[in-house]
């Protein structure tokens, strides 16, 4: 073990994905403070201080529990409800729940805690705090499976998707020379032909003459308008014209309208 994670005994170790002094929470779990069932392992403050490491690691406030129900006949207070019932930091949570974190062990140079019984452990600073909702981020599905496949599997299957437009869909009055610029979901592969990629004007039926140049994860379409008055021009990116650096193409085609400046 060391300061970072992996999935399964072979898996590629990575760093967690944790904001710096975020609280990790694990609930009964007795490996992860030094128990396997009710059988106490034999090194287990080394055992806490591996096992926090993973997430230590990556800068997070590590805090474990085995306890589940009750304890010495008394119903157990989660630290999780402390602190949603306004709890400061974890110290002030810790005198508040019903299992007290009270003694500490160095080991490599860090400070392990241990409950009395030693079903509980703390690892990180005592003076931190819970989140409060305006301080956390909303979960993206989409976002997750990207960091999981690119860092923890190690190959990106995530198909690159159009984040933005300009000129948006639907956009009037468009200065004739603008340029037209798509805004992807990561950075697109240099080489790219962008093959099938086009302008139309509307108007006339008419295709536009484009230069397309990548950088980043931002396309640009240059061409010279017509100097025609109140047209409407159609942009169509075909899903095999643009791969991601690891050659993922879009998912689907895309297709967008705008009209010239009268």
């Known amino acids: 073990m060391n300061t970072k994670i992996r999935e399964g005994f072979y898996g590629r170790q990575v760093t967690a994905p944790l904001k710096r002094n975020v609280p990790v929470i694990l609930a009964h779990t007795c490996f992860s403070t030094g128990y396997v069932g009710n059988k106490l ?5 080394e055992t806490i201080y591996n096992f926090s490491q993973m997430f230590t690691g990556a800068g997070a406030n590590y805090y474990a529990t085995g306890y589940y129900g009750s304890y010495k006949g008394k119903k157990v207070v989660d630290i999780m409800d402390v602190f949603l019932n306004g709890a400061t930091s974890f110290s002030d949570a810790n005198n508040k729940n019903t299992v007290k974190v009270t003694k500490s062990y160095t080991f490599n140079g860090k400070k392990i805690w241990r409950s009395t019984s030693g079903y509980a452990a703390f690892v990180g600073n005592w003076s931190s705090t819970f989140p409060k909702a305006s301080q956390t981020t ?3 599905d989409s976002a997750a499976e990207a960091w999981y496949q ?6 990106d299957r995530i198909p690159p998707t159009i984040k933005s437009t300009n000129p948006v869909k639907g956009a009037t009055n468009v200065p004739l020379t603008t340029s037209i610029t798509i ?3 990561e950075k697109i592969w240099s080489s790219t032909k962008f093959s099938g990629i086009y302008i139309k004007n509307l108007s006339t039926g008419k295709m536009v003459g484009l230069v397309k140049s990548i950088s980043g994860n931002t396309l640009t379409l240059k061409m010279t308008f017509n100097r025609l008055r109140n047209n409407l021009y159609q942009v169509y990116i075909p899903a095999i014209a643009v791969r991601d650096v690891a050659g993922n193409v879009l998912k689907t085609s895309y297709t967008f309208n705008f009209r010239t400046r009268v």
């Open 41 to 45: 392992v034999s090194n287990p403050v």
């Open 150 to 155: 690119a860092v923890v599997l190690g190959k």
């Open 183 to 185: 805004t992807f979901s």
């Open 138 to 140: 909303a979960y993206s």
